[in-house]
Each structure stands twice: as structure tokens, then as C-alpha cells.
């Protein structure tokens, strides 16, 4: 059976010699398999596919593991959409990237959120939306979520793009429009599967962005 690390009484004495990392740090690797487990089969074999026992096995857990840190399937989905949500952080700093030319800068957001959005990751994305579309809770607290990192992005989009005439809520605008567009792209290559040729609607994006930006 495997260890549930958060409630073993296990200590490092029981084994000579070994060297346990910290229990945070354990507790913090358990809840990361276990959203990866999840990831991976609702990217797989769809958001009906998933269960709690199914995940835990996945993941090489023990359900009370999977209790500790997830009390629901829901809590599941939702600490999956929120990992798929951060992966579109930029990770770089934006005034470094704010010094680069306009097309530069452009090109650069585009293909970091095309690294995520063409990915087979957002069909996971996906799934969850067709579920939770239906549960009210869950629906509300995602949105919310999703809002809330949607505003720090804007602030940091108006922020790259600070130099150019553009008032905020047309920056803001134009950032909308770009995810809008992206996301399109994305579902058009769910539809049509991965051989489909997307590269050129995301340069004619790309010029398109630079031309609104430039105005």
C-alpha cells in the first residue's frame, strides 16, 4: 500500500540512514503528483473519466493522501484549470521585455500563450469548461479565478505596452481581442487535429496586433 505521507507515523529512524525531505516539502510533492495524475486523465480520457480512486492510483498515492488535499473531485478540477491557468504567466520581467521593439514584444506574447493554448494540455482546459458549465459552484468560483488573474494580466500587458498611444481600456481592448483570437485558433485545431495548419493565422495575428498597437 502506498504511504500516505501527511498522516504517517513514520520517522527517518525506521529506515537508517535516510534522509527524508522535510514534511512540507513531501506534502507539496504529493499534491503536485496528484494534480498531474489528474491532468493527465482528463487530457487522456476526458473530465467523465475522472475519479478520486483513479487519481490516487494514478498518482502512486494513497486516498487518504488524496483527501488530505483534495476533499472533492471538484477541488480536482479546479486546482487542474488553475495549474493550466499560471502556466500562461510570462516568468520574465516585463520591464526587460518592455524594452524590446513592438513586433518583438508582440511576437513574444503570442507564442508564449500559443505554448499553452496549442497545447494538449488546453484540451484538459476544455473538458473541464464542458463540465463545469452545468455546476454553479464550481462555475462561479472558476470565474472568479479566472478573473482575477485576468486583471493582473491586463496591468502587466498595459504595462509592456506603455510606450505606445493607446489609452488603458483600448490596451485592454486589444489584449481581449488577442486572447479571443488565440483561443479560436485553438479550438479550430482541437476540431481538426494536430496536423492542421495554424501557423499562418497566428503570424497574420501577430501583424495584426503590431498594425492596432502602432495606431
Known amino acids: 500500500m502506498t504511504e500516505d505521507v501527511e498522516n504517517s507515523p513514520a520517522t527517518d529512524a525506521e529506515v537508517p540512514g535516510a534522509r527524508r525531505a522535510p514534511r512540507q516539502a513531501r506534502s507539496l510533492d504529493t499534491r503536485e503528483k496528484l494534480v498531474t495524475a489528474a491532468l493527465e486523465l482528463i487530457r487522456t480520457e476526458g473530465y467523465a473519466a475522472l475519479s478520486t480512486p483513479l487519481v490516487a492510483r494514478r498518482a502512486g498515492v494513497s486516498r487518504g493522501a488524496l483527501q488530505y488535499h483534495f476533499a472533492s473531485r471538484d477541488d480536482l478540477f479546479v486546482a487542474v484549470r488553475s495549474r493550466l491557468a499560471l502556466r500562461l504567466d510570462w516568468g520574465f520581467p516585463v520591464a526587460e521585455l518592455a524594452a524590446r521593439p513592438l513586433a518583438e514584444r508582440v511576437a513574444w506574447v503570442v507564442d508564449h500563450y500559443w505554448?499553452?493554448?496549442?497545447?494538449?494540455?488546453?484540451?484538459?482546459?476544455?473538458?473541464?469548461?464542458?463540465?463545469?458549465?452545468?455546476?454553479?459552484a464550481l462555475h462561479a468560483q472558476l470565474c472568479q479565478e479566472m478573473r482575477?488573474?485576468?486583471?493582473?494580466?491586463?496591468?502587466e500587458w498595459v504595462?509592456?505596452?506603455?510606450?505606445?498611444?493607446?489609452?488603458?481600456?483600448?490596451?485592454?481592448?486589444?489584449?481581449?481581442?488577442?486572447?479571443?483570437?488565440?483561443?479560436?485558433?485553438?479550438?479550430?485545431?482541437?476540431?481538426?487535429?494536430?496536423?492542421?495548419?495554424?501557423?499562418?493565422?497566428?503570424?497574420?495575428?501577430?501583424?495584426?496586433?503590431?498594425?492596432?498597437?502602432?495606431?
Do not use: C, Q
Request: charged letters at 30%; glycine letters at 6%; proline letters at 2%.
Open 115 to 136: 505554448s499553452v493554448l496549442g497545447s494538449d494540455d488546453y484540451v484538459a482546459a476544455m473538458e473541464i469548461r464542458l463540465y463545469e458549465r452545468f455546476n454553479g
Open 148 to 155: 482575477e488573474l485576468a486583471e493582473t494580466r491586463h496591468r
Open 159 to 215: 504595462r509592456l505596452f506603455a510606450d505606445v498611444s493607446l489609452d488603458t481600456d483600448t490596451l485592454v481592448g486589444v489584449r481581449t481581442y488577442m486572447m479571443d483570437a488565440l483561443r479560436g485558433i485553438a479550438l479550430r485545431r482541437i476540431e481538426m487535429g494536430p496536423e492542421e495548419r495554424v501557423r499562418p493565422a497566428l503570424a497574420l495575428l501577430k501583424t495584426s496586433l503590431v498594425g492596432l498597437l502602432a495606431e
